[in-house]
């Protein structure tokens, strides 16, 4: 069975660092593109994060470039999801999604909005606060 857990979440204060981790179980992630989603209160899940395990190919939403690193750690079937210089924007809960499996996911690719992608994890609270 396909199963993705995230971890690493916890509250960090504004200027803090932390690092999520996304572990697959049931298959191996490096032929699938891996991507973080946040969702806070009242708020839609975004995408800021992906990457295509095929190719390392990496894609940032605007509010995260230079603060957060998406990468891919092989020997532990992961993906790993950096984040430095947290503020208090950055509170969420955060998924990582699998795509890539459907083949309807490849219209978009990394583009693709989330129900394009194929399996979700259970989420990771954030809180950035002092």
């Known amino acids: 069975q396909m199963h993705l857990e995230e971890s690493g979440g916890g509250l960090v204060q504004p200027g803090g660092s932390l690092s999520l981790s996304c572990a697959a179980s049931?298959?191996?992630?490096?032929?699938?593109?891996v991507a973080w989603f946040r969702q806070a209160p009242g708020k839609e899940r975004e995408q800021v994060s992906c990457?295509?395990?095929?190719?390392?190919?990496?894609t940032y939403e605007d509010s995260v470039k230079g603060r957060f690193t998406i990468s891919s750690d092989n020997a532990k079937n992961s993906v790993i999801l950096q984040m430095n210089n947290l503020g208090p924007e950055d509170t969420a809960v955060y998924f990582c999604?699998?795509?890539?499996?459907?083949?309807?996911?490849?219209?978009?690719?990394?583009?693709?909005?989330?129900?394009?992608?194929?399996?979700w994890g259970q989420g990771t609270p954030v809180t950035v606060s002092s």
């Open positions: 999604a699998l795509g890539g499996v459907r083949a309807s996911w490849y219209l978009a690719g990394c583009s693709a909005g989330p129900s394009a992608w194929d399996l």
């Open positions: 049931g298959f191996t992630l490096n032929m699938y593109a």
């Open positions: 990457i295509k395990n095929v190719d390392h190919t990496t």
